[in-house]
């Protein structure tokens, strides 16, 4: 009878779950989390709620003396929170209420009478990782998967099941803010010297099953060793601090130097945000209601912060991003027919060594080809550069280094070329040249071999004009520094294959870049967006604005980089390019393109002042210097060009409005022309790709949390004074008229 | 050391051992062929090992015999494994060959392959004599771990070097001034990957944990590897060992690091590499070892024609190599099937297996690599498992884990004990098979001479 209840009890409770599942070996209960309906963990309704019964079972089974809790999924422990569960919640009182269920879920963790151990292999992060330090003890694996985080506060938020309280006294005041305010990934090793794990396992390679799934096996075996031997006190729980660690605790715990800290963290996230995101702020301010006023204030302070940030517009754009982000870099345009294994890249400049990098890297054959030693050999040193800043940085080993440089052949003529798969071309921006060596290299490269172009603002479909199969020629625009930068503009012409594109497209996800796939016109999506931007720049300096003032209003408008910063960074002469109206995009699109004189960059550039890489643009850049001075000789060129600042429309808010809103109406403009497909690639490409605010979450949210009706209304009073620049596109007047049109549901 | 054993080599005792060849059915009678030059072992004999440390042996003792065995333009070549090398002697065997008295117009090179170094130097005197260029070489390793260059820092080497270039007083003195404290620690020759900077240890417990393999697994069986190594020795079968006097010291005449020991004692030591949850503990390891070793290898008819009772046949050989971070010490799994196939023999016609023990938990999951279908389709391209060795054909008189493991020399000593097994036991087909650093491996098919 007993027996029967007993089968009757296990079927019953083990059928109805469908993501946790726990097994005894000998006194130890392993808890498995595996979400079947994803390939990552996270602390889902349905993932919590199954916890919560386990953890009931386990506590009430007294022949369990110990817990292990593992992840079955390869390469993720718990990513994080259910972001749906969070957009879901129509109030900030409903999400508080979220945290305040994950604050007492992980509270009975902490207090749990049997020791529980995390083993953690994969990402660890957010709400994953405020599960794991309410454990008793951490083990993880050296695995590259394997990270620990607390990145909230990219999307917004902050750790709101009790992390800001537990991670201070994990890792100490410094420790916890830094993990907290920049959400950056910690790698195992390094949580093991910070407190954040008690010990480490390596990653097994193959042995009689594949490595990741053996790997996974052996964390739980030591786990459940470590958890037996917390349960019968052989395993210490904490380790005997040395001296320098007492002191330190010792000195920190210190009131002014608590204070010390907090003013110092403050003072710093301020000139780093300009207040234009509040979860910084609210992180420390939960962090020091904690440590000052104790538990229960820090939590209440925490939860009910957690549910402010998540109805914040910020929150929502960064959010917004995080998903826009994950779209692009999945592969939307199905596998191509051949793999692309050898890749073949024409200029080795900035841009070509660039693509080289981050080819050979991830194991791509590639060829560097340019026309002389000179260029081959500058362009090489770039890649070893870039590579040996991660050996100094310790994410590479040298031999991994040297391993990865042999994928590189760099060379000044085309042997190879007829067993290339693809050809980027990154040479000089002019047609003509762009032509001709089209037309060379489609007389070597073998049939099925794809010919794309880095060009930032040349039509692909000029470009293909000169080729014998345009299906085969698509663009690809990659930003500088490529190393860096994430975004991938793709290009296609009407006449570019589907197939063409996945290949393309693979091969950028290849790279690790963020994609957005646009129509071809000139400027494509990006530059086009730049050009107006850059052209009332230059106006703004021309009615007087110094560039230390424009820089300053457009940074604190939210742009990571300063618009003269931005113009040095670009070239004066690649904004001259695009700028003008008797270059390529000026032609195309007119006076609507216009804005300060033409003469000012070209009188620059005459002078020697194109930029960073000249060293002297608006501003002078020398070697070592940390401050940049404003170059004079350029001011005074601007004096030479003068023009009256309008009063009505020079107020500093004005002139920032100015700046974007000829952005945000060209970015419409490209969405009601159909280059782009849709808002979430606008948003992505003007944030990854140009430095449009991430707190606005891109021209699009902009447009939907700024008010389209607002934004007409102030582009109408610009036009007054400047004419059709300000002239607000037709998609962007039929959102202004029917307030319920949002480009982001 | 290594020139006593060159000496040795040249007095050459013959030792005829007779035992009644039990009959079996194989797969091949013999592994001659008609085109394909008979070459044997003559005679293979070693130095004792000795446990690093423990008996401090200085230098070569050059020209420490001087006794004539085969006539002195008898010996064609000489070639010799070593693995940490001495930068005085880059060419040891040339040193060696010198300081036992062979004869000057005798060359002699070095070579390295980690711990099949002496089987890559006996490999190459195969080669060099079925190509027809030599009739007779001699072939051996040798390591001596108590006596490793130890270097400057790179820091220091470079300001010295730079010291040597520097003209005036104040270029020199700038550079001595450049000297900090830290430039002073020494380097020390790591027994690690270069590729993936981890040691050969901490492999070879990652590798256990692959394949499962446990603790007591790996106790046993290096229990079983000290036990049998003691009986061996006890019996006298280890008669490839020669003693040598050290100067001012006893004659040492046998291995030193054969210590027979309980579970009970083994399960007490704490790991060594992955601490605190690894497997492998010094007691399951092979430990450092100083040794030298050597083997005469002729054509057939050379042999015969002076007049030597060959020992064996060496037959077919293969390298491998397969990934040094996660297969580090697989070589025998992945060498086994392949010189099998070679040889057009099955695991069945191996009547001895001599493998090279580096680690009981590396031996554990080699067998049990060798013996899963998966593994082997996965990872090695073939239909199926090659299957394990019997443990009664296995290391029969202990290995690397008992007897030691001089890097350079451990391969002479398992071709020359194949060989004397064949003669004891009576088999006819014998295999060995090695691991190396690098994620290299080896093995060799060995024929027992008719008696």
């Known amino acids: 009878m007993s027996d029967f209840f007993f089968f009757f009890f296990y079927c019953s409770s083990h059928q109805a779950r469908t993501h946790v599942s726990y097994e005894l070996k000998d006194d130890v209960a392993v808890i498995r989390l595996n979400d079947p309906t994803s390939k990552v963990n996270t602390l889902s309704v349905q993932m919590q709620s199954e916890l919560s019964e386990v953890m009931g079972e386990i506590w009430s089974n007294g022949a369990v003396k110990s817990a292990v809790l593992i992840s079955s999924k390869p390469g993720c422990f718990i990513a994080g929170a259910d972001i749906n569960m969070i957009q879901a919640c129509k109030t900030s009182e409903e999400v508080t209420h979220l945290s305040q269920e994950g604050q007492k879920m992980f509270e009975k963790i902490e207090k749990s009478p049997i020791p529980v151990v995390a083993a953690i292999n994969g990402s660890c992060l957010g709400g994953g990782l405020e599960f794991a330090i309410a454990c008793q003890y951490r083990v993880a694996t050296k695995s590259k998967k394997t990270i620990l985080g607390t990145p909230e506060v990219m999307l917004g938020l902050l750790p709101g099941a009790g992390g800001t309280q537990r991670l201070p006294k994990m890792v100490g005041l410094p420790g916890a803010f830094d993990m907290m305010l920049t959400g950056r990934n910690i790698r195992a090793d390094k949580a093991k010297k910070m407190g954040l794990v008690h010990q480490l396992v390596d990653p097994l390679g193959p042995g009689l099953k594949p490595a990741e799934e053996r790997t996974i096996e052996y964390l739980e075996e030591v786990a459940v060793g470590l958890a037996k031997g917390i349960a019968n006190k052989k395993v210490a729980l904490t380790k005997e601090k040395g001296l320098m660690q007492k002191l330190q605790d010792t000195v920190m715990g210190l009131g002014p130097v608590k204070q010390k800290i907090y003013k110092t963290v403050s003072e710093k996230v301020q000139k780093q945000t300009k207040g234009l995101y509040p979860a910084p702020v609210k992180i420390i301010e939960c962090i020091k209601t904690g440590v000052e006023q104790g538990r229960e204030a820090g939590y209440l302070a925490e939860a009910e912060n957690f549910g402010k940030l998540a109805v914040t517009p910020e929150s929502k754009a960064l959010i917004g991003l995080y998903q826009g982000q994950v779209i692009c870099k999945k592969n939307r345009f199905g596998t191509p027919e051949k793999e692309v294994k050898k890749l073949a890249i024409l200029g080795a400049g900035l841009m070509g060594a660039g693509i080289a990098q981050v080819s050979i890297d991830k194991g791509l054959n590639t060829i560097l080809k340019d026309t002389a030693v000179e260029g081959i050999s500058r362009g090489e040193d770039q890649v070893y550069k870039g590579l040996n800043t991660k050996v100094k940085k310790k994410a590479l080993t040298s031999f991994e280094r040297d391993a990865i440089l042999s994928n590189l052949s760099a060379q000044i003529d085309y042997t190879g070329f007829d067993s290339a798969d693809m050809v980027i071309e990154a040479v000089f921006e002019d047609i003509n040249i762009k032509h001709k060596v089209l037309k060379e290299i489609e007389a070597i490269i073998p049939p099925h071999c794809i010919f794309a172009s880095n060009t930032s603002a040349l039509p692909i479909k000029d470009i293909a004009a000169a080729s014998k199969r345009p299906e085969k020629v698509i663009g690809m625009h990659y930003f500088s520094p490529v190393d860096k930068m994430q975004l991938l503009e793709i290009i296609t012409t009407d006449k570019t294959s589907k197939d063409t594109l996945a290949s393309a497209v693979s091969v950028g996800l290849k790279q690790g870049k963020i994609i957005i796939v646009v129509g071809d016109g000139p400027g494509f999506y990006t530059t086009r967006c730049l050009a107006p931007m850059l052209a009332e720049a230059v106006r703004v300096l021309q009615e007087g604005t110094g560039p230390k003032k424009l820089d300053t209003l457009t940074t604190s408008f939210g742009f990571p980089v300063g618009a003269a910063t931005l113009a040095d960074e670009v070239g004066i002469d690649v904004a001259a390019h695009v700028s003008c109206s008797e270059f390529d995009l000026g032609k195309a699109f007119g006076s609507r393109f216009g804005g300060g004189n033409v003469e000012v960059l070209k009188t620059m550039v005459e002078n020697g002042f194109k930029g960073r890489k000249s060293g002297k643009g608006c501003f002078i850049y020398g070697k070592g210097k940390k401050e940049k001075s404003v170059n004079s000789d350029a001011e005074e060129i601007l004096q030479k060009y003068k023009l009256s600042a309008p009063p009505s429309v020079s107020s500093d808010s004005d002139i920032q409005h100015r700046l974007v809103s000829r952005f945000v109406n060209e970015a419409v403009l490209c969405l009601q022309e159909g280059i782009l497909t849709n808002p979430v690639e606008g948003d992505i490409g003007a944030v990854f790709g140009l430095g449009f605010p991430p707190c606005l979450g891109g021209p699009f949210r902009f447009v939907d949390s700024f008010g389209a009706e607002k934004l007409v209304s102030m582009m109408r009073r610009f036009e007054d004074v400047y004419g059709n620049q300000f002239t607000p596109c037709q998609l962007l007047l039929d959102h202004a008229k029917d307030p319920s049109k949002k480009f982001h549901k | ?451």
Request: proline residues 4%; glycine residues 8%.
């Open chain 2, 1 to 451: 050391m290594a020139s006593m054993l060159l000496n040795s080599m040249r007095t050459c005792p013959v030792i005829f051992e007779f035992s009644d060849v039990s009959v079996q059915t194989k797969s091949k009678k013999t592994l001659a062929r008609p085109s394909v030059k008979n070459i044997v072992l003559v005679e293979g004999v070693r130095t004792p090992f000795l446990m690093s440390g423990t008996t401090y042996v200085s230098s070569f003792h050059w020209g420490l015999l001087h006794k004539t065995g085969i006539p002195k333009d008898a010996v064609d070549y000489i070639i010799y494994g070593t693995v940490i090398q001495e930068v005085k002697t880059s060419n040891v065997a040339r040193e060696a060959a010198l300081g036992a008295g062979f004869s000057d117009k005798i060359p002699a090179h070095t070579v390295t392959m980690a711990c099949i170094s002496s089987n890559q130097a006996m490999t190459s005197a195969v080669g060099m004599i079925a190509a027809g260029q030599c009739d007779a070489v001699v072939a051996g390793g040798v390591e001596f771990m108590s006596d490793v260059p130890i270097r400057h820092s790179r820091k220091m080497r470079k300001t010295m070097l730079s010291l040597n270039k520097a003209k005036t007083l104040g270029q020199r003195l700038g550079l001595i001034g450049s000297i900090r404290l830290a430039h002073l620690a020494p380097e020390l020759p790591a027994v690690a990957e270069f590729s993936t900077a981890e040691t050969m240890g901490h492999s070879a417990d990652r590798l256990a944990a692959a394949f499962g393999v446990s603790r007591v697994e790996q106790d046993e069986f290096a229990l079983r590897s000290h036990t049998l190594a003691k009986k061996a020795q006890d019996a006298g079968l280890l008669k490839d060992v020669i003693s040598f006097k050290v100067p001012g010291r006893d004659i040492v005449s046998k291995d030193n690091g054969i210590r027979p020991s309980s579970m009970e004692q083994m399960a007490k030591l704490k790991p060594a590499f992955i601490k605190p949850h690894g497997t492998v503990t010094a007691a399951n390891s092979s430990f450092l070892t100083d040794g030298a070793s050597a083997v005469l290898i002729m054509s057939e008819e050379k042999a015969l024609a002076m007049g030597y009772k060959p020992k064996a046949y060496l037959r077919d050989f293969v390298y491998v190599s397969q990934d040094p971070k996660d297969q580090l010490l697989l070589g025998p799994t992945y060498s086994t099937p392949k010189v099998l196939e070679r040889a057009g023999l099955t695991m069945d016609d191996i009547d001895v297996f001599e493998f090279h023990e580096a680690f009981a938990g590396q031996i554990m999951a080699n067998l049990k690599a060798m013996d899963s279908d998966w593994f082997a389709q996965t990872y090695m391209g073939r239909k199926s498992k090659v299957g394990t060795p019997p443990t009664e054909k296995f290391n029969l008189w202990g290995g690397s884990l008992s007897l030691g493991h001089p890097f350079g020399a451990t391969g002479c000593r398992l071709v020359t004990t194949v060989a004397h097994r064949l003669q004891k036991e009576g088999g006819q087909y014998g295999l060995v098979a090695a691991c190396a650093a690098g994620g290299q491996g080896h093995a060799m098919v060995i024929e027992a001479y008719p008696q």
